[in-house]
């Protein structure tokens, strides 16, 4: 395996980590907005929700888009 290779694996399991990490949040979210008793819980719940699905929305595009490779860098076809 070539360090190329090494380098794009690593980078994988850190967006896949990014995406397990705001699920664990999101599933929090819902958990503490599901067990709240007084309404102010119900909506830090609903905003770790929130929080937590942009999180996954945003950056493992930012990463990626970060990681890229330049148009010049590839081999002409």
Do not use: C
Not at 14 to 43: D, E, F, S
């Amino acid at each position: 395996m070539t360090d190329a290779e090494r380098l794009a694996m690593k980078r994988y399991y850190i967006i896949v980590a990014v995406n397990m990490l705001g699920t664990a949040g999101a599933v929090i979210g819902l958990l503490v907005a599901g067990r709240a008793q007084h309404y102010g819980m119900t909506v830090f719940g609903g905003a770790i929700l929130l929080s937590s699905l942009y999180f996954m929305a945003v950056v493992p595009r930012f990463l990626a888009r970060r990681w890229k490779t330049p148009a010049e860098a590839t081999p002409e076809a």
